[in-house]
T-cell receptor
Framework: DQQVKQNSPSLSVQEGRISILNCDYT??????FLWYKKYPAEGPTFLISISSIKDKNEDGRFTVFLNKSAKHLSLHIVPSQPGDSAVYFC???????????FGTGTSLTVIP | EAGVAQSPRYKIIEKRQSVAFWCNPI?????LYWYQQILGQGPKLLIQFQNNGVVDDSQLPKDRFSAERLKGVDSTLKIQPAKLEDSAVYLCASSSSPRQYFGPGTRLTVT
C-alpha cells in the first residue's frame, strides 16, 4: 500500500524555468513532510521540509507548498539549474520521529 | 561534520549466501534507520533503532534479515540466506531530529 505517491516518474525543464514536482499522500495522520534529492551512487540528501501547521516553506530557490485538504504537496525550484538534475523523493511521517514513508521519486532533468 | 558511513559500497553474492552491511552514524545521533531501496522505488524502512533499542522492525523479513546496533552507535544488517529479490540498495540513515541524514548506501546484487 503506497501511502506516498509521486505520479510523474520524470520531468524535463529548461534552465532558468520553474520546476514543479508533485507528491500526493493518503494518510491524513501525516503531519511532517520532507523532500530529498538523490544523485546517482549517493544517498538521498535533505532538501527542505514542512510541518502540517504551515502551508508554505521557502529556502532560497526551493519552496514547498502543502495543501492538507487535498493531501498534496509540491516542490517548486526557481530558477532551475543543470545541477538540480537528480531524483527527488518526497517523504511523510505521522508524529515526527516515527517511520517515514517515501514516494517512488521523480527524475528531474534540467536542460541547459 | 562527518557523514553517515557505510561499507561495503558494492557486494555481489549468489543466492543462499550470507551478507552483512555496516553503518556508522553521525556522532551523537540517537536514531538509526536501515532502508531497502529496490530499483525504481522509494526507500522502504526495514528497521529503526533508538540508541540500541528497536523502535520499529515491522517490515523486516525476520526469517532472513537481522540487525543489531552495538552500544547505540554502529549497526550491522545481515541477510542469511539471500534471495534474488534482495537485490537492492541498502541505505543507512541517522537523525537527532526529524531530519534524516543518509549514507551512500550499499548496492547488493544477488545472482
Amino acid at each position: 500500500d503506497q501511502q506516498v505517491k509521486q505520479n510523474s516518474p520524470s520531468l524535463s525543464v529548461q534552465e532558468g524555468r520553474i520546476s514543479i514536482l508533485n507528491c500526493d499522500y493518503t494518510n491524513s495522520m501525516f503531519d511532517y513532510f520532507l523532500w530529498y534529492k538523490k544523485y546517482p551512487a549517493e544517498g538521498p540528501t535533505f532538501l527542505i521540509s514542512i510541518s502540517s501547521i504551515k502551508d508554505k516553506n521557502e529556502d532560497g530557490r526551493f519552496t514547498v507548498f502543502l495543501n492538507k485538504s487535498a493531501k498534496h504537496l509540491s516542490l517548486h525550484i526557481v530558477p532551475s539549474q543543470p545541477g538540480d538534475s537528480a531524483v527527488y523523493f518526497c517523504a511523510a511521517s505521522a508524529n515526527t520521529g516515527n517511520q517515514f514513508y517515501f514516494g517512488t521519486g521523480t527524475s528531474l532533468t534540467v536542460i541547459p | 561534520e562527518a557523514g553517515v558511513a557505510q561499507s561495503p559500497r558494492y557486494k555481489i553474492i549468489e543466492k543462499r549466501q550470507s551478507v552483512a552491511f555496516w553503518c556508522n552514524p553521525i556522532s551523537g545521533h540517537a536514531t538509526l534507520y536501515w532502508y531497502q531501496q529496490i530499483l525504481g522505488q522509494g526507500p522502504k524502512l526495514l528497521i529503526q533503532f533508538q540508541n540500541n533499542g528497536v523502535v520499529d522492525d515491522s517490515q523486516l523479513p525476520k526469517d532472513r534479515f537481522s540487525a543489531e546496533r552495538l552500544k547505540g552507535v554502529d549497526s550491522t544488517l545481515k541477510i542469511q540466506p539471500a534471495k534474488l529479490e534482495d537485490s537492492a540498495v541498502y541505505l543507512c540513515a541517522s537523525s537527532s531530529s526529524p531530519r534524516q541524514y543518509f549514507g551512500p548506501g550499499t548496492r547488493l546484487t544477488v545472482t
